[in-house]
């Protein structure tokens, strides 16, 4: 059975990069058939798809994050990461990794890892 | 973006009751939507995908309906641990949104 953990710094400052990482047990990233994906979820509020990567490269954000979100993968460590640069208060969010299931018949989130609340503040 | 939209944004019900909690997409998107279930302070949990394919471990009281723009969840008899928010998601275009959710409440 496939786990996430997320691991990052609970706060950063205003203008800074918001780096956070998810370690994979139980799955190889590179198995295929899974994007490996960020959401994240204001305060209080509803969920916000950020982006997802599939293994070989291929990468896909939401366009709201304006170029400002960048997801990696380092099979060699099982883990895959989400860089978001310039961040504001608005990026206050518990950030959610999470695995995708991928089909011809469409995508869907299977698995989750427990959510880190990054607080964005000087 | 879809935007996806849910009703109600929230709703009181009684262990028992048969509940039904509508998704709307704002174009058409197939049948490319799920549901999720978050209970309060934990992370989200599928329950359906594509339309209606009940996740596994998911119970059978609950069930996924709908195409095109209008899909339907329905938990045919609730249980104290359904008491949660809902969200449907659209996979059928970049970026995947989520409706604002759904919370079943205690009456």
Same mark, same amino acid.
């Given at each position: 059975q496939v786990q996430l953990q997320e691991s990052g710094p609970g706060l950063v400052k205003p203008s800074q990069t918001l780096s956070l990482t998810c370690f994979v047990s139980?799955?190889? @990233?590179?198995?295929?058939?899974y994007y490996w994906s960020w959401i994240r979820q204001h305060p209080g509020k509803g969920l916000e798809w950020i982006g997802y990567m599939y293994y070989s490269g291929s990468t896909y954000y939401n366009p709201s994050l304006k170029s400002r979100g960048t997801i990696s993968i380092d099979t060699s460590k099982n883990q895959f990461s989400l860089n978001l640069s310039?961040?504001?208060?608005?990026?206050t969010a518990v950030y959610y990794c999470a695995r995708d299931r991928r089909t011809l018949h469409g995508d869907w989130v299977d698995s989750w890892g427990q959510g880190t609340l990054v607080t964005v503040s000087s | 973006d879809i935007q996806m939209t849910q009703s109600p944004s929230s709703l009181s019900a009684s262990v028992g009751d048969r509940v039904t909690i509508s998704c709307r997409a %704002?174009?058409? @998107?197939?049948?490319y939507l799920n549901w999720y279930q978050q209970r309060p302070g934990n992370a989200p949990k599928l329950? @359906?995908?594509?339309? %209606?394919n009940l996740q596994s471990?998911? $119970? #059978?009281s609950f069930s996924g309906s709908g195409s095109g723009t209008d899909f339907t969840l329905t938990i045919s008899s609730l249980r104290p641990e359904d008491f949660a928010t809902y969200y449907c998601q659209q996979s059928? #275009?970049? $970026?995947?949104t989520f409706g604002a959710g759904t919370k079943v409440e205690i009456k």
């Amino acid at each position: 059975q496939v786990q996430l953990q997320e691991s990052g710094p609970g706060l950063v400052k205003p203008s800074q990069t918001l780096s956070l990482t998810c370690f994979v047990s139980g799955d190889s @990233i590179s198995s295929g058939g899974y994007y490996w994906s960020w959401i994240r979820q204001h305060p209080g509020k509803g969920l916000e798809w950020i982006g997802y990567m599939y293994y070989s490269g291929s990468t896909y954000y939401n366009p709201s994050l304006k170029s400002r979100g960048t997801i990696s993968i380092d099979t060699s460590k099982n883990q895959f990461s989400l860089n978001l640069s310039s961040v504001t208060a608005a990026d206050t969010a518990v950030y959610y990794c999470a695995r995708d299931r991928r089909t011809l018949h469409g995508d869907w989130v299977d698995s989750w890892g427990q959510g880190t609340l990054v607080t964005v503040s000087s | 973006d879809i935007q996806m939209t849910q009703s109600p944004s929230s709703l009181s019900a009684s262990v028992g009751d048969r509940v039904t909690i509508s998704c709307r997409a %704002s174009q058409s @998107i197939g049948n490319y939507l799920n549901w999720y279930q978050q209970r309060p302070g934990n992370a989200p949990k599928l329950l @359906i995908y594509t339309t %209606s394919n009940l996740q596994s471990g998911v $119970p #059978s009281s609950f069930s996924g309906s709908g195409s095109g723009t209008d899909f339907t969840l329905t938990i045919s008899s609730l249980r104290p641990e359904d008491f949660a928010t809902y969200y449907c998601q659209q996979s059928y #275009s970049i $970026p995947h949104t989520f409706g604002a959710g759904t919370k079943v409440e205690i009456k």
